[in-house]
């Protein structure tokens, strides 16, 4: 079993950044693939990018301008978010899964709880 934990969330204006950060227990983080999704209301969850043990990140079309890294030693992956716009409100998720790479939601055997962005304009 991995737990994950989301922080960094909050208020932020249009043009603002974020730094989210996502730290896992129960077991090492450095064989799994992991994930960033969000899920804003009314709408399906979301890719947003995702990171491989050796640090080689894939992030969407969409937010090219976030930027994915990982802390194996310390059990963390975190995403920065610059140039925020009132779109990119959401809850905001860290996922892991065995695969090599997905984008896909139901491929991430374990989830964070979320933690929510939201971009005021």
Same mark, same amino acid.
């Given at each position: 079993?991995?737990?994950?934990?989301?922080?960094?969330?909050?208020?932020?204006?249009?043009?603002?950044?974020?730094?989210?950060?996502?730290?896992?227990?129960?077991?090492?983080?450095?064989? @799994?693939?992991?994930?960033?999704?969000?899920?804003?209301?009314?709408?399906?969850?979301?890719?947003?990018?995702?990171?491989?043990?050796?640090?080689?990140?894939?992030?969407?079309?969409?937010?090219?301008?976030?930027?994915?890294?990982?802390?194996?030693?310390?059990?963390?992956?975190?995403?920065?978010?610059?140039?925020?716009?009132?779109?990119?409100?959401?809850? @905001? @998720?860290?996922?892991?899964?065995?695969?090599?790479?997905?984008?896909?939601?139901?491929?991430?055997? @374990?989830?964070?709880?979320?933690?929510?962005?939201?971009?005021?304009?």
């Amino acid at each position: 079993q991995v737990q994950l934990v989301e922080s960094g969330g909050g208020l932020v204006q249009n043009g603002g950044s974020l730094n989210l950060s996502c730290v896992a227990s129960g077991r090492t983080i450095s064989n @799994y693939y992991m994930g960033w999704f969000r899920q804003a209301p009314g709408e399906e969850r979301k890719f947003v990018g995702g990171i491989r043990w050796s640090s080689e990140s894939t992030t969407d079309s969409v937010n090219h301008r976030f930027i994915i890294s990982r802390d194996n030693a310390n059990n963390k992956i975190y995403l920065q978010m610059p140039r925020l716009n009132p779109e990119d409100t959401a809850v @905001y @998720y860290c996922a892991a899964t065995l695969r090599a790479a997905s984008k896909t939601p139901r491929e991430f055997a @374990y989830w964070g709880q979320g933690t929510q962005v939201t971009v005021s304009s």
